[in-house]
């Protein structure tokens, strides 16, 4: 297999397949790239497929900023049963026929699930409850009921309507804040209906402005084709903050990790230096007038 270099630093974005979770995703890249340096971010259940952002190296540093944008979803809701966790994964706890639920009711609650909303996550999250991962919870057999949380859905739109029996699938697209649950989403608009919902399918297109169309597949583990190129992390920065330009001095003080008298274009920016590199990512102090470091790359 050719491998690329194991100290490159950068990002992958990738068309996660169905089955694997996010963390396996994260294990085939690694024995694909030679480092165990490797995070990603915006987890994806194993039903679920599209767009994962992966980090190698240095860039795994940048994760947990590049999470936070907002996203887009296609999606798949099945009206008339409720699930364990609320998608296909989990045992249905109950079925209601839908069939007499007419078109101006499903767009009636849909519209009271778009904007801003106050969302309680599924129980079988990766929220953690008193040190614990709230789904690890569920699997011991505990009752767990997390607090709703504020969110944004600003697009939910019925793609397609299907009629099948006692059920209805809807085809959909959500495009959401950070820390919305499209399976919440389902769950909620089903309840409201009064006929149960969950998530029969999930493929994730966008998160900010990191697209499906240059998601790349991930070779097999045995395959022999090589490994695919990293985003350098100076175009990582440029799709996902406002750039500075620093020059030698300035960069000199970033590696040590000092404030800098910069007037920033945001509330977080990537610094690149005269090599074109990123090698900090600094969000202005209103306290002392001046620029503090977020992370530093290098």
Same mark, same amino acid.
């Given at each position: ?24 995703? #994260? ?22 497929? *599209? #767009?994962?952002?992966? /980090?190698? @190296? ?11 944008? $907002? ?25 209601? $026929? ?10 009636? /609650?849909?519209? *009271? !699930? ?15 409850? @008193? ?9 011991? *057999? ?12 600003? =697009? ?25 649950? #499209? ?71 970033? /590696? ?16 690149? =230096? ?6 900090? !990512?600094?969000?202005? $102090? ?13």
């Amino acid at each position: 297999m050719n491998r690329l270099d194991n100290t490159a630093s950068g990002l992958l974005i990738v068309d996660k397949p169905a089955g694997l979770t996010s963390q396996q995703v #994260v294990g085939r890249c690694r024995h694909l790239l030679g480092t165990r340096k490797v995070g990603h971010a915006g987890t994806l259940d194993p039903m679920a497929t *599209g #767009v994962l952002i992966v /980090g190698v @190296n240095r860039a795994t540093r940048l994760l947990g900023h590049l999470a936070m944008h $907002d996203k887009r979803y296609l999606a798949t809701i099945r009206l008339g049963a409720s699930t364990t966790t609320d998608d296909a994964e989990g045992e249905v706890v109950a079925q209601t $026929d839908a069939s007499g639920v007419e078109d101006e009711q499903v767009n009636a /609650g849909i519209a *009271g !699930l778009t904007g801003q909303i106050d969302q309680v996550p599924s129980s079988v999250s990766a929220i953690k409850v @008193n040190g614990q991962r709230a789904y690890a919870l569920v699997r011991k *057999g505990q009752d767990v009921t997390l607090a709703a949380r504020r969110v944004t859905v600003s =697009d939910f739109t019925v793609l397609a309507t299907r009629r099948e029996g006692p059920f209805i699938d809807l085809d959909v697209t959500v495009e959401c804040t950070s820390g919305t649950y #499209v399976r919440a989403l389902a769950r909620d608009l089903g309840a409201g209906l009064g006929v149960g919902g969950h998530l029969t399918a999930l493929r994730r297109t966008r998160i900010g402005r990191y697209l499906i169309d240059d998601a790349v597949q991930l070779p097999d583990r045995d395959s022999d084709q090589p490994a695919p190129p990293l985003m350098p992390m100076a175009r990582a920065a440029e799709l996902s903050f406002p750039v500075v330009h620093i020059d030698a001095a300035q960069r000199q003080a970033v /590696g040590y990790g000092k404030p800098l008298d910069l007037v920033l274009p945001g509330p977080l920016a990537g610094l690149v =230096d005269e090599q074109g590199e990123l090698v900090a !990512l600094y969000r202005p $102090d209103e306290r002392v007038g001046r620029a503090r470091p977020a992370a530093v790359l290098i």
